[in-house]
Each structure stands twice: as structure tokens, then as C-alpha cells.
């Protein structure tokens, strides 16, 4: 009787864990991008969705999940949204509703989506200073 508790706590466990909503890594030259079909290999310019069920989208440009996002119809407040940090994209994504982020055609994105992301205002100065980017966020992005 206690092997069948335990083997019915683990499965319960196995099954609520498995439809967990969280960032699934990209695997960087392998993955490749849901809309354009391209490889991901730019880290910087990465983005990743999440949708209600769990399931991943991964893309090579932000502006590929902007496009991949009104073609499927999906609604951006039940989905997750994830962009890599343009300055530091070995760190984690960061949500595309608190990200900072500007736009320059100084940004070679892969589809030519000129979008970068960043931590924080301070963070992106730097950069805006340098290149004259103007600032974005997720719903002026064509």
C-alpha cells in the first residue's frame, strides 16, 4: 500500500512539473527560429515565447516574435515572454514587458528587426548615446 502512495506522489509530481511555464534554454547553433526557420546563433538578439500550455517558440530576432506573435493570434497577456539582454546575453532573458528597449539601425539584427533589449535604462545609455537609438517597447514593435 505505501509503494502505490509513493508511485501516485511521484507521478502527481511528475505531471505537475512537466506543465510548468518557464524559459527553456536555447541551444545556440541548433535551435532554430519558429517564424524565419533560421538557426539562432546571435545571442544577443534571442527571443523565446512560452505559451498557455507550456510549449516554446524560440527565435533569432525580436522581430520575429513580433511577427510570429499577430500571425497565431496570440494574446500577450497569457503568454510568456523572454528577450536576451543585448549587453550581457549570457545573462538570463529578461520579460519583454519590463525590458528596455531601443531601436537603431546600428542593431544588425538576423531579420533586419533593428530591436535591442536591455536590462534597464541605465544600461541602455550607453548604447543609445552611442548609436542614436530612440526608445521601443513590445507593442510599437512592427
Same mark, same amino acid.
Given at each position: ?44 538578439? =534571442?527571443?523565446?515565447? !512560452? #505559451?498557455?500550455?507550456?510549449?516554446? *517558440?524560440?527565435?533569432?530576432?525580436? %522581430?520575429? @516574435? ?25 545573462? =538570463?532573458?529578461?520579460? !519583454? #514587458?519590463?525590458?528596455?528597449?531601443? *531601436?537603431?539601425?546600428?542593431?544588425? %539584427?538576423? @531579420? ?31
Amino acid at each position: 500500500m505505501k509503494q502505490v502512495f509513493l508511485l501516485s506522489v511521484a507521478f502527481v509530481t511528475l505531471m505537475i512539473s512537466s506543465c510548468a511555464r518557464k524559459f527553456e534554454p536555447i541551444d545556440y547553433g541548433k535551435d532554430g527560429c519558429a517564424h524565419c526557420k533560421m538557426t539562432i546563433v546571435e545571442k544577443q538578439f =534571442a527571443a523565446e515565447i !512560452v #505559451n498557455e500550455k507550456g510549449r516554446v *517558440f524560440k527565435f533569432d530576432d525580436i %522581430s520575429c @516574435m513580433k511577427i510570429f506573435t499577430a500571425e497565431n493570434h496570440l494574446d500577450d497577456s497569457k503568454i510568456l515572454l523572454f528577450v536576451a539582454n543585448y549587453a550581457n546575453p549570457e545573462q =538570463a532573458f529578461l520579460d !519583454v #514587458n519590463t525590458a528596455y528597449m531601443l *531601436f537603431s539601425e546600428s542593431f544588425k %539584427s538576423p @531579420m533586419n528587426g533593428y530591436i535591442a533589449a536591455f536590462k534597464s535604462t541605465d544600461e541602455a545609455a550607453e548604447f543609445q548615446k552611442k548609436t542614436g537609438a530612440v526608445p521601443a517597447d513590445w507593442k510599437s514593435i512592427k
